[in-house]
């Protein structure tokens, strides 16, 4: 679980154009959230297509730690055997979360309504990063808790012997605090509310819907969305079967743009509207991007992308779409680098606290591979077209985005691209060479050879 072990430098480099139809795992929100909310509910949960990253089966181990049974079958999906909302097993060991912000903070909030205490310790990223967000409100509700300075892991927590319901503000756009404020709300007695001033991905609350919860959203006069949830409720197993993740589509999708003459498919991604921000961004800076195929699973839209080579022009990207595209940016500002002109991404201030400070991370690796750009306290710009880009080593701060943004760099610079950790990329996209390698991308192990 751990990514303090030795790590593993890769290195891409230009090699043919990327041709074929692939299919990216799992979504990752949701991947999480069906292994907890089947943990919650009375019965069996089946679960196809989950993702079965180094995160998402940090979630598995914490469910099966409070008295879950989840079971891999022979077809490749899932069980989750609830134990039912209320009746979580006090866990006997330390819940190691790895690299998992989303894990962990969901995690506080379903245990942290429950009277039973529980530790939590993540690797060096996870320990650097915000849990007063999470803490604050379950303080409130009235879970004890004891933090490392700054509320950062290692932290435990004990549950109230009732939780009590509040009314919280989001005070930044998060669907992480968002959403575990709303967990931990499903074992207090009475209504939780929600107060999302600027919407994120609403995962959470479709989902519980689906799982039977008493669930609403409404838009407040300051156009604000509001949402209410009755606690207690008896959740009900349900069938899942999880979406391509976007996030992970966002590697091929801008990959395929930027290396000549590449014809890609990317089939069964993830649609919901606060999940496609880099897609409606990539089309307005002139990436030939068509949806095909839109359907409806599960109450999600999906569809298939079809992506070609681009010529792409730098363009301003709204502030409000930053929730719609968070973990893109990395991603996004790759494409920026081919593209004519600038692109300026404003209204980035939650990039700094993510599995690393990630507008710092991308900047420095833009520097390091002779891309001009400039970065503020919460906005990035980046110069497309310099010559003789690439040839440079990144710093990847245990930050799998980061390593997977700047090895596709590698597949259209003139120079390769070495990253010094490609190990992290397993705790969200552990098939991402694979894939890659399967449409014709070059990407070693070995920086000289590849050199
Ligand atoms: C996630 C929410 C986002 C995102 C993360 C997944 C979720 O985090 O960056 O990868 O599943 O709720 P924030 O809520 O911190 O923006």
């Known amino acids: ?183 931990a709300g499903l074992n207090a007695a009475g209504e939780t509310t929600v107060i999302e001033p600027i919407p994120t991905r609403d995962h959470t609350e479709k989902m519980l819907k689906g799982f039977g919860a008493d669930i609403s959203v409404s838009v407040n006069e300051a156009g604000e969305r509001v949402i209410k949830l009755q606690g207690q409720p008896e959740l009900k197993p349900q069938d899942i079967d999880v979406p391509g993740d976007p996030s992970s589509a966002g590697f091929p999708l801008v990959a395929a743009l930027i290396v000549p003459g590449s014809d890609v498919v990317i089939e069964n991604v993830l649609l919901n509207e606060h999940r496609t921000g880099l897609i409606t961004t990539l089309i307005e800076m002139g990436g030939d991007i068509s949806i095909v195929n839109r359907r409806e699973t599960g109450g999600e839209e999906v569809g298939d992308l079809h992506v070609k080579a681009s010529k792409l022009k730098g363009i301003t990207v709204p502030a409000d779409r930053a929730p719609s595209m968070i973990d893109e940016y990395p991603v996004l500002a790759i494409a920026a680098a081919f593209a004519e002109g600038d692109t300026f991404m404003p209204g980035l201030e939650e990039l700094r606290v993510k599995e690393s400070d990630r507008l710092a991370a991308v900047a420095r690796g833009l520097e390091a591979n002779g891309i001009p750009c400039v970065e503020t306290e919460d906005t990035l710009t980046v110069t497309g077209g310099a010559d003789a880009i690439g040839g440079g080593t990144v710093v990847t701060h245990l930050d799998h985005r980061i390593a997977m943004s700047f090895l596709v760099l590698g597949m259209a610079a003139h120079k390769p691209v070495t990253v010094d950790d490609g190990a992290v990329i397993a705790t969200s996209f552990p098939t991402f060479t694979g894939l890659f390698d399967g449409l014709g991308a070059k990407i070693s192990a070995n920086t000289s050879e590849a050199a």
């Open 1 to 183: 679980m751990s990514h303090d072990s030795a790590p593993k430098p890769l290195t891409s480099s230009l090699g043919s154009p990327l041709t074929g139809t692939i299919r990216v795992p799992g979504d990752k929100s949701i991947s999480h959230r069906s292994l907890m909310f089947g943990a919650l509910a009375v019965g069996r949960t089946t679960v196809k297509g989950l993702l079965e990253s180094e995160d998402v089966l940090a979630t598995a181990d914490a469910m099966r730690a409070v008295g879950a049974t989840i079971t891999k079958l022979e077809d490749g999906s899932y069980t989750v055997d609830g134990i039912g909302l209320g009746s979580l097993l006090e866990p006997e060991h330390v819940i190691d979360f790895g690299n998992a912000g989303t894990g962990v903070r969901l995690t506080m909030g379903i245990f942290g309504s429950h009277n039973i205490a529980a530790t939590f310790v993540g690797d060096a990223s996870l320990s650097k990063r915000p849990m007063g967000r999470v803490l604050n409100p379950l303080r409130d509700m009235g879970t004890n808790v004891i933090a490392r300075d700054g509320d950062r892991l290692p932290a435990s927590i004990r549950g109230p012997e009732q939780a009590l319901p509040i009314t919280y503000r989001v005070p930044m756009p998060s669907a992480q605090v968002k959403s575990a404020v709303l967990l």
